[in-house]
C-alpha cells in the first residue's frame, strides 16, 4: 500500500479524503519512525500519509468527543484490507500504554489474522481477497485508551466453500490447516495432507506465490490464543473445519425403488464415518438425512427420497451452512473477548473494510450483493461530501456555482426499492407457491424493470437490447456507477432461498460435538418453527441499512483505494483504469467543490469556545451572541477577509493554513495560561505553607511553654512529696520505737513466769521417762532370753541361711501364681483392645508393664503376618497420609475408613478407552475422573486424571483422548485448603514445557489418597519429597499471570458442594459450605 498521486503528482488529498494507490510491494513508509513522524502534527503539514488521516481523527475523536469512522472503499484488489490494518496499527501505536491497554490492543489488532483466514481467499484480482464485509467499533475512554471493540460482519461468500472460479482457491483456513498442521493433529482431525484429495480444493492455483500457507497456520494458532480462544474451542474449530473439507469428498450413486422412484446411496461410506467420528453424529442419523426429506405442514409429515441431484444439493448447502455459521461464531466469540468491561460513557471510532466493486467474468448473486453494498457506501459519499456540502452553502447564505455531480440514489432504488425492486421481485419470486426457477424471475424483472434506463435485458421490452449479441437470453446488466455489470441469473433463486434441509439440521442438532450443536439451534424437535427463514437478500439489505445509520452518526473520513493495473504487478500504471476508477468514485467533483468551497467550517459557539482566549475582548467570557464574539476575534487576530466568510450559523475557513495558524496560537496561548495558572497555584501554595508554618510554631511555642511549665511543677511536687515522707517516717519510727519500749516492760515479768513454770514441766517430765525406760528394759530383755531359749531348742531343724531360702521360695511361688493367672486373664489379639489386667503386687509393677508392651507388640506382629503384600502397601500409604494431613487438613477423618483403591476407572476392562490404553505404557497407579478448573471463568471440566511411575496425564472423559502429559521430575509442589473441601493444585516447575500454560486446578472427591500417591510416587522416582502446602490462600499460575486461589465459607446454593469463582484477573475464589 502505498499513498501517492492519482496522476503521480505532489498532491494525493481531495479535502480530508486520502487516495490511497495499491504498489503491489512492500515500502519503507510505515515503521515505527513513521508513525512518530505524524502523531499529533496538523492534517496537511507532511506529505499525505494513511496515517495523517488516521491521527487527524483519532485527535478528533479523543479531543473534541466527536465518534469517528473511516471509510475503506475501491476495487477488488485495490488495497482496502491493508489500509484497515494500517489505521488500526496506527491508532494501537499513538493511544496509550499500559498492561490492561496493551492487551486490549493486541486482541484487537490479533482479531485481523483470524478473520482473514477464514474469510478471505486468493481471487483472479487479489490475492488476498476479502469475501466478506468487516466494520470494527473500536471503543475508547475520556483519555483516549481503548477499552474494547464490536465487530460486525456482512454476507460471507459461502457459496466459495463447495465451488470456485477458476484461477481462484477456496478460503485460506483450508490450506493453511493442511499445509501447517503437525502429523498428529492431521490423524486426529482425519485428514491428509495432500491437497488433491478434497474436491472442494481447487488445484490450479493451491499455491500462492510469496504466500508460506504453513507459517499462516501458526499465526493463526497463535492469534486465537491471544485473543482469548480455549485449547478445546481451537479443537473444535478445526474439527468442524476438517468436516466441512471432507463432506465435498461423499458422493452418490443412484438407485431405483420398487415404486419407480429414484433415490440415492453414498458411494463410500469410509468418509461419512470419519465425518460422524468428528462430529459425533450417529452414522445412521447422517445417511438418512441425506436420502431423505420430511416436509411438515401443520400435523402432517411427508417424507420424499432424495435423487442424486438433490443429495449432492444437500450436500453443498450443508457445507455451506456448517462453514457460514461457524464464521458467524468465531465473530461473536472474538467480539466476547474483545468487548469493553466496563459500563461507562464509551467514544467510538468504526473502520468499515468491505468488499469492493467487482467485475468478474461470470458475476452471480454473490456480485449483485456486494455491488449494491458498494452503491450504498457510493450513495452516502455523495450525500456527505458533494450533496451536503454544497446544500450547506446555500442554507448559510455562502456565494456558491453549484457543481453537477451523477447521483446514484436511481440504481441504489433499482435494486432495494420495496415494491419495485430487485431485491422485492426476488424475495417474492422465492416466496410464491408453484413452480419458480430463474428464468421466471428473470421474466418478471423483464415486465418491471424494462423501462428502468439502468437496466438492461435482452428478454425485455425495450428494443433496443433485441440483437445486443454481448447479452444472453439469460442475463440481465445493470449500469453500475462504476460501470456496466452482466448478471447470470443461474443460482439467484437458490442462493437468495439459502436453503438448509429439516432433516440436515435435526440431524446436526443430534451432534455429540457441542459446537456443532449449537449451531444448529432450530434442529431442536422441541422447537420446530414451520415458518419460512428471512431471505439472503432480505437479511443482507437490513444489514446494510443499519450500517448506513450507523456511519450517518459519526464524522466520516475517507480513504479511497485505487488499483494501479490488472496484473498485480508493481511499477506499472494503466492510466486509462485510474481515471476510469477516478470518474466513476465522483473524486474530480469532489476536487471542484473543494477547490471552490471552504476547507473548515464551525458553528460560532463551540468556534468561540475553542478560540476565545486569544482575544482580551473575549476572555474569559463573551456577553453579546457569538457571532459578535467571533467577529471581534477574528478582526483582533487581523485575519485577512478573504480567508473566512460569515454563514448564517456557522463560520468557514477556505484555507487550511488559517485553520493550522488558529491552532498554533491556541496552543501557545493554553501553554501561556497554564503558566499563568502554575504561577499563581505555586504563589498560593507558599503563602499556604507559611501561614501553616507560622501557625504550627505559635502553637508548638505555647505547647512547650505549657510542658515546661508543667515539668518544673511536677519537679517541686515530688520534692515536697519526699520530704514529707521522710518526716513522717522519722516520727513514726520514733514513736514506735517508744510503745515497744513500754509493752517490753509490760511483758517482761509475764516472760520470767512462763520461763521459771516451763523449767517445773520439763524437770517432771524428765522424771516420769526415766522410770518408763526402767520398766521397758525389763520387758526387752525378758524376751531376747525367751527368743535365745526357743534358738537353741529349733537349731538343729534349720540351718543358717534358712530366711533367704524361705524369702526366695516365697517369691517364687507368688511368681509362678501371678503368671498362672495372667494366662487365663490375657486379653484378645485385637491390636485395639486396650484391656490389661491390674497388677497384684506392687513390687511386679515394672515386670507387669513390660509383659504388657511385648504382648501388644507379639500380637501387632501376628496381625501383619496375616496380611497380602497389596494390604501393606495400603497401610503402608494409609501411614503416609496420617503423617501428611491429620490434624491439617479437615476433610482427613473421612477418608481413614475409605480403602485406596488407585485406578477406580477400569481402563483395562472398557472399551471406551481402549485407545488411552494403548497410548499407555505404564503401569497406572490411579485412574480417576477429577474436574479441572477453567483459568478463565473458574467453570470445571471433567477429565481423567492418570497417574504413573513416571508421568501425570489428563485425558477427555468423552473420546479418551491425552490432554497433557507432565513428568513427575516437572512436579513441584501440590496445594490445597485446610477446610473439607478437595480443591488442590499441582504446582509445575517453572521454565518447562508442561508450564507453558501455566499449574493445574483440580477438584476430587479422593483428594487425600491422589496426594498420597502422587506424594510417594515422585519420592520414589526423584528421591525428593514433594512440598505438600496447606493454605486457604495460594498462588497458582496461570499462563504469564499469577491467580490467588482464596477459601471462604459460604452458603451454598447447590448443598454441600463447593463453588469456584474467577473474581477478576488475580482472584479465584472458592466457596466452601
Known amino acids: 500500500m502505498q499513498t501517492q498521486p492519482v496522476r503521480l503528482v505532489e498532491k494525493t488529498y481531495i479535502g480530508s479524503v486520502v487516495i490511497s494507490v495499491n504498489p503491489y510491494r512492500s515500502l519503507p513508509i510505515y515503521s515505527p519512525e513513521k508513525v512518530e513522524d505524524y502523531r499529533n502534527r496538523n492534517f496537511y503539514e507532511l506529505s499525505p500519509h494513511i496515517f495523517a488521516l488516521s491521527d487527524e481523527a483519532y485527535r478528533s475523536l479523543r479531543d473534541q468527543d466527536k465518534d469517528q469512522c473511516i471509510l475503506i472503499t475501491g476495487e477488488s484488489g485495490a488495497g482496502k484490507t491493508e489500509a484497515s490494518k494500517l489505521v488500526m496499527s496506527y491508532v494501537a501505536a499513538v493511544c496509550g500504554k499500559g498492561a490492561e491497554v496493551n492487551q486490549v490492543k493486541e486482541q484487537l489488532l490479533q482479531s485481523n489474522p483470524v478473520l482473514e483466514a477464514f474469510g478471505n481467499a486468493k481471487t483472479v484480482r487479489n490475492d488476498n481477497s476479502s469475501r466478506f464485509g468487516k466494520y470494527m467499533d473500536i471503543e475508547f475512554d475520556f483519555k483516549g485508551d481503548p477499552l474494547g471493540g464490536v465487530i460486525s460482519n456482512y454476507l460471507l461468500e459461502k457459496s466459495r466453500v463447495v465451488k470456485q472460479p477458476r484461477g481462484e482457491r477456496n478460503f485460506h483456513v483450508f490450506y493453511q490447516l493442511l499445509s501447517g498442521a503437525s502429523e498428529e493433529l492431521l490423524n486426529e482431525l482425519k485428514l491428509e495432507r495432500d491437497f488433491s484429495r478434497y474436491n472442494y480444493l481447487s488445484l490450479d492455483s493451491a499455491k500462492v506465490n510469496g504466500v508460506d500457507d504453513a507459517a499462516n497456520f501458526r499465526t493463526v494458532r497463535n492469534a486465537m490464543q491471544i485473543v482469548g480462544f480455549m485449547d478445546h474451542e481451537v479443537e473444535s474449530v478445526l474439527e468442524v473445519v476438517a468436516a466441512v473439507l471432507k463432506l465435498g469428498n461423499i458422493e452418490f450413486k443412484p438407485e431405483s425403488r420398487v415404486n419407480g422412484l429414484d433415490e440415492s446411496k453414498i458411494k463410500d461410506k469410509n468418509e461419512l464415518k470419519e465425518i460422524c467420528e468428528l462430529t459425533g453424529i450417529d452414522q445412521s442419523v447422517l445417511e438418512r438425512a441425506f436420502s431423505f426429506r420430511t416436509v411438515e405442514a401443520k400435523q402432517e409429515k411427508v417424507s420424499t427420497t432424495l435423487n442424486v441431484a438433490q443429495a449432492y444439493y444437500a450436500r453443498d448447502a450443508l457445507a455451506k451452512n456448517l462453514y457460514s455459521r461457524l464464521f458467524s461464531w468465531l465473530v461473536n466469540r472474538i467480539n466476547e473477548s474483545i468487548k469493553a468491561q466496563t459500563k461507562v460513557r464509551k467514544k467510538v471510532m468504526g473502520v468499515l473494510d468491505i468488499y469492493g466493486f467487482e467485475i468478474f467474468e461470470d458475476n452471480s448473486f454473490e456480485q449483485f450483493i456486494i455491488n449494491y453494498c458498494n452503491e450504498k457506501l457510493q450513495q452516502i459519499f455523495i450525500e456527505l461530501t458533494l450533496k451536503e456540502e454544497q446544500e450547506e452553502y446555500i442554507r448559510e447564505d455562502i456565494e456558491w456555482t453549484h457543481i453537477e455531480y451523477f447521483n446514484n440514489a436511481i440504481i441504489c432504488d433499482l435494486i432495494e426499492n420495496n415494491t419495485n425492486g430487485i431485491l422485492a421481485m426476488l424475495d417474492e419470486e422465492c416466496l410464491r407457491p408453484g413452480t419458480v426457477t430463474d428464468e421466471t424471475f428473470l421474466e418478471k424483472l423483464n415486465q418491471v424493470c424494462a423501462t428502468h434506463q439502468h437496466f438492461e435485458s435482452r428478454m425485455s421490452k425495450c428494443s433496443r437490447f433485441l440483437n445486443d449479441t454481448s447479452l444472453p437470453h439469460s442475463c440481465f446488466r445493470i449500469q453500475h456507477y462504476a460501470g456496466k455489470v452482466l448478471y447470470q441469473v443461474e443460482g439467484f433463486v437458490d442462493k437468495n432461498n439459502d436453503l438448509l434441509y429439516r432433516d440436515l439440521s435435526q440431524a446436526m442438532w443430534k451432534a455429540g460435538h457441542a459446537l456443532i450443536k449449537s449451531l444448529f439451534p432450530e434442529g431442536n424437535p422441541a422447537k420446530i418453527n414451520l415458518k419460512r427463514p428471512p431471505t439472503a437478500g432480505s437479511q443482507f439489505k437490513a444489514s446494510v441499512a443499519t450500517l448506513m445509520k450507523n456511519l450517518q452518526t459519526k464524522n466520516p473520513n475517507y480513504i479511497r483505494c485505487i488499483k494501479p493495473n490488472d496484473k498485480k504487478a508493481a511499477h506499472i500504471f494503466n492510466e486509462g483504469l485510474v481515471c476510469h476508477q477516478v470518474r466513476y468514485l465522483g473524486l474530480l467533483e469532489n476536487v471542484r467543490v473543494r477547490r471552490a468551497g471552504y476547507a473548515f467550517r464551525q458553528a460560532y459557539e463551540p468556534c468561540l469556545e475553542r478560540y476565545k482566549m486569544l482575544c482580551k475582548q473575549t476572555w474569559p467570557h463573551w456577553k453579546g451572541p457569538a457571532r459578535a464574539g467571533v467577529e471581534v476575534l ?409 491467580v490467588c486461589v482464596k477459601f471462604i465459607q459460604g452458603n451454598q446454593k447447590n448443598g454441600s458442594v463447593p463453588t469456584c469463582k474467577r473474581k477478576n484477573n488475580r482472584l479465584l475464589e472458592v466457596a466452601v459450605p
Open 634 to 1042: 477574528f478582526n483582533e487576530l487581523e485575519i485577512p477577509v478573504e480567508e473566512y466568510s460569515f454563514g448564517r450559523s456557522k463560520i468557514f475557513i477556505r484555507n487550511p493554513r488559517t485553520l493550522f495558524k488558529l491552532e498554533d496560537l491556541r496552543k501557545q496561548r493554553l501553554e501561556d495560561l497554564a503558566t499563568l495558572i502554575q504561577k499563581i497555584y505555586r504563589g498560593w501554595k507558599c503563602r499556604t505553607h507559611f501561614l501553616l508554618m507560622r501557625k504550627s510554631q505559635i502553637v508548638i511555642a505555647a505547647w512547650y511553654r505549657r510542658y515546661a511549665q508543667q515539668k518544673r511543677y511536677q519537679q517541686i511536687k515530688s520534692s515536697t512529696l519526699v520530704i514529707q515522707s521522710y518526716i513522717r517516717g522519722w516520727k513514726a519510727r520514733k514513736i514506735l520505737r517508744e510503745l515497744k519500749h513500754q509493752k517490753r516492760c509490760e511483758e517482761a515479768a509475764t516472760t520470767i513466769a512462763a520461763y521459771w513454770h516451763g523449767t517445773q514441766a520439763r524437770r517432771e517430765l524428765k522424771r516420769l521417762k526415766e522410770e518408763a525406760r526402767r520398766k521397758h528394759a525389763v520387758a526387752v530383755i525378758w524376751a531376747y532370753w525367751l527368743g535365745l531359749k526357743v534358738r537353741r531348742e529349733y537349731r538343729k531343724f534349720f540351718r543358717a541361711n534358712a530366711g533367704k531360702k524361705i524369702y526366695e521360695f516365697t517369691l517364687q511361688r507368688i511368681v509362678q501364681k501371678y503368671f498362672l493367672e495372667m494366662k487365663n486373664k490375657v486379653p484378645s489379639l485385637s491390636p485395639i483392645d486396650k484391656n490389661w489386667p491390674s497388677r497384684p503386687y506392687l513390687f511386679l509393677d515394672s515386670t507387669h508393664k513390660e509383659l504388657k508392651r511385648i504382648f501388644h507388640l507379639w500380637r501387632c506382629k501376628k496381625y501383619r503376618d496375616q496380611f497380602t503384600d497389596q494390604q501393606k502397601l495400603i497401610y503402608e500409604e494409609k501411614l503416609e497420609a496420617s503423617e501428611l494431613f491429620k490434624d491439617k487438613k479437615a476433610l482427613y477423618p473421612s477418608s481413614v475408613g475409605q480403602p485406596f483403591q488407585g485406578p477406580y476407572l477400569e481402563i483395562n476392562k472398557n472399551p471406551k478407552y481402549k485407545k488411552l490404553k494403548d497410548a499407555i505404557e505404564e503401569k497406572i497407579i490411579i485412574a480417576e475422573v477429577v474436574n479441572k478448573i477453567n483459568r478463565a471463568n473458574g467453570k470445571s471440566t471433567s477429565r481423567i486424571f492418570l497417574l504413573t511411575n513416571n508421568n501425570l496425564l489428563l485425558a477427555d472423559q468423552k473420546s479418551g483422548q491425552i490432554k497433557s502429559e507432565v513428568p513427575l521430575v516437572d512436579v513441584t509442589k501440590v496445594s490445597m485448603s485446610s477446610q473439607n473441601d478437595g480443591f488442590f493444585a499441582v504446582h509445575l516447575k517453572e521454565g518447562s514445557e508442561a508450564a507453558s500454560k501455566g499449574d493445574f486446578l483440580f477438584s476430587s472427591d479422593h483428594l487425600i489418597e491422589m496426594a498420597t500417591k502422587l506424594y510417594r510416587t515422585t519420592l520414589s522416582q526423584t528421591k525428593q519429597k514433594l512440598s505438600i502446602e496447606i493454605s486457604d490462600e495460594f498462588l497458582v499460575q496461570f499462563r504469564q499471570d499469577k
